[in-house]
């Protein structure tokens, strides 16, 4: 398996701008997880799914903030309209089994300017 | 409400010396705890998984121990090499029904191992 892939690895939008992050789960697993990450405050989970269902999304920071999960293999996060504070790593990860551990994509670089 | 801490937050070593990361928790009703490693720019990369049952997972030079009642877990690194710099992140999950899903991070130890 190819491991959680995200698209695109680096995104630099001006201020305003619709920025839509996107995400492929490891096949099989049937939970999604969306994270962002910065110098202050680390990692934060924004929203996870189950079998395509957000079950809590409690750390979307504000209504500019969307996710969707189409179907088991696919998952986007976007931002409109799009701030300089929205600037941070963004992570997705997925799991599977109950006893497993997560597994992480390489993460979207985003810079609002 | 679970709280993840790592002593120290940064550690700078010489090649080939053994070391110890440590990661405390607050609340012990964890379903398992996981270490990750994230080199700089990079994405999170799972090092040792250990289930609540367990008391440690070992991976070549890598161990790691969990003593819940005392809301600890310890990464050993044997023989570092410059190749481990990177941060070390400790994750918790919940052991509850509300929160089995919901993974509680530590800010990391930034390791530099110096040739």
């Known amino acids: 398996d190819a491991g959680v892939i995200q698209s695109p690895r680096h995104e630099v939008t001006e201020m305003g701008q619709e920025v839509t992050l996107r995400c492929k789960p490891i096949s099989g697993h049937d939970y999604l997880f969306w994270y962002r990450q910065t110098m202050m405050r680390g990692l934060e989970l924004l929203i996870y799914?189950?079998?395509?269902?957000?079950?809590?999304d409690s750390g979307m920071p504000e209504d500019r903030f969307s996710a969707k999960m189409p179907n088991a293999s696919f998952s986007t996060l976007k931002i409109q309209p799009s701030e300089p504070r929205d600037s941070a790593v963004y992570f997705c990860a997925s799991s599977g089994l109950d006893s497993s551990g997560y597994t992480f994509g390489s993460g979207t670089r985003l810079t609002v300017v | 409400k679970q709280e993840v801490t790592q002593i120290p937050a940064a550690l700078s070593v010489p090649e080939g010396e053994n070391l110890v990361l440590n990661c405390s928790f607050t609340?012990?009703?964890?379903?398992?705890l996981q270490w990750f490693r994230q080199d700089p720019g990079k994405g999170l990369t799972s090092l040792l998984l250990i289930q609540s049952s367990q008391r440690e997972q070992t991976s070549g030079r890598l161990n790691a121990s969990l003593d819940k009642s005392s809301g600890r877990s310890t990464l050993y690194i044997a023989a570092s090499q410059p190749g481990d710099s990177a941060t070390y992140l400790c994750?918790?999950?919940?052991?509850?029904?509300?929160?089995?899903?919901?993974?509680?991070w530590g800010l990391g130890t930034s390791l530099a191992v110096n040739p």
């Open positions: 609340d012990s009703a964890i379903y398992n």
């Open positions: 799914f189950n079998n395509n269902v957000p079950i809590d």
């Open positions: 994750v918790t999950r919940g052991g509850n029904a509300g929160n089995n899903r919901k993974l509680i």
